[in-house]
T-cell receptor, first 114, second 111 residues
Framework: ETGVTQTPRHLVMGMTNKKSLKCEQHLGHNAMYWYKQSAKKPLELMFVYSLEERVENNSVPSRFSPECPNSSHLFLHLHTLQPEDSALYLC?????????????FGSGTRLTVV | SQQGEEDPQALSIQEGENATMNCSYK?????LQWYRQNSGRGLVHLILIRSNEREKHSGRLRVTLDTSKKSSSLLITASRAADTASYFC???????????FGQGTRLTINP
C-alpha cells in the first residue's frame, strides 16, 4: 500500500446510476488530485484540491463532481455517465500543491460504464 | 506531439540487460519525474530531477536531463523480471501547478 487508498477497486455502473469513488490518505499531504487513465491516452488531470479548496478543474464534464470534505478525503461523485467514461480513475496526493515533489498515487478504481 | 513523449512505446529485453527509455518535452520545466505503473495499478514515484540538475541516481536507476534538448532518459541497469511495468515521465511545467504525463513506455523483461 502506498498510503493512498481508493475504493472501490472495481465498479460497473449503468448510465443512469449514481455512484461515488473514494480516496483517503493519511500521509499529511495538503494537495489531492483526480486523474483519468484511458487506454492509449496520457493521464488526464481532472481536479486539484489544495487545503480542501478546488484549485483546478480541467474542463471536466459536470457529470463528474468532486468533493473534498477534509485534507484526508477526496470523493468523485458520478452520475449519468457515458460508456466513454470507462477508465481507470486514479487519486494522488502530494505534500504541497503543485509540482515541487513527487505524487503518491492510489491503486485506482477501474470503472466500467454499461 | 504533446508535452512529455516517451520513446520507445514498448521495449522488450532479457533479464540482466540494461533498459533505456527516453522522454522529450516541449516547454520549460521546473523538474521532471519518472513513475512506474504495474498493470492496472497506481503509479509509483521513482525519481525527480530538477531543471538545474543533469544526472541523478537511485539504486539501479539513472536519470539524465538535457534542458537544451528538452529531453530526459531513464536507465535501469541489470534489469529484473520485477521491473516489467510501464514507465512514465511527468513534466512540471514552469508557471503551471500540475504534472503533465506522457503515454509511457511498456517495458517487458524476459527471463
Amino acid at each position: 500500500e502506498t498510503g493512498v487508498t481508493q475504493t472501490p477497486r472495481h465498479l460497473v455502473m449503468g448510465m443512469t446510476n449514481k455512484k461515488s469513488l473514494k480516496c483517503e490518505q493519511h500521509l499529511g499531504h495538503n494537495a489531492m488530485y483526480w486523474y483519468k487513465q484511458s487506454a492509449k491516452k496520457p493521464l488526464e488531470l481532472m481536479f486539484v484540491y489544495s487545503l480542501e479548496e478546488r484549485v483546478e478543474n480541467n474542463s471536466v464534464p459536470s457529470r463528474f463532481s468532486p468533493e473534498c470534505p477534509n485534507s484526508s478525503h477526496l470523493f468523485l461523485h458520478l452520475h449519468t455517465l457515458q460508456p466513454e467514461d470507462s477508465a481507470l480513475y486514479l487519486c494522488a496526493s502530494s505534500q504541497l500543491e503543485g509540482t515541487t515533489g513527487g505524487y503518491t498515487f492510489g491503486s485506482g478504481t477501474r470503472l466500467t460504464v454499461v | 506531439s504533446q508535452q512529455g513523449e516517451e520513446d520507445p512505446q514498448a521495449l522488450s529485453i532479457q533479464e540482466g540487460e540494461n533498459a533505456t527509455m527516453n522522454c522529450s518535452y516541449k516547454t520549460s520545466i521546473n523538474n521532471l519525474q519518472w513513475y512506474r505503473q504495474n498493470s492496472g495499478r497506481g503509479l509509483v514515484h521513482l525519481i525527480l530531477i530538477r531543471s538545474n540538475e543533469r544526472e541523478k541516481h537511485s539504486g539501479r536507476l539513472r536519470v539524465t536531463l538535457d534542458t537544451s534538448k528538452k529531453s530526459s532518459s531513464l536507465l535501469i541497469t541489470a534489469s529484473r523480471a520485477a521491473d516489467t511495468a510501464s514507465y512514465f515521465c511527468a513534466t512540471a511545467i514552469q508557471g503551471a501547478q500540475k504534472l503533465v504525463f506522457g503515454q509511457g513506455t511498456r517495458l517487458t523483461i524476459n527471463p
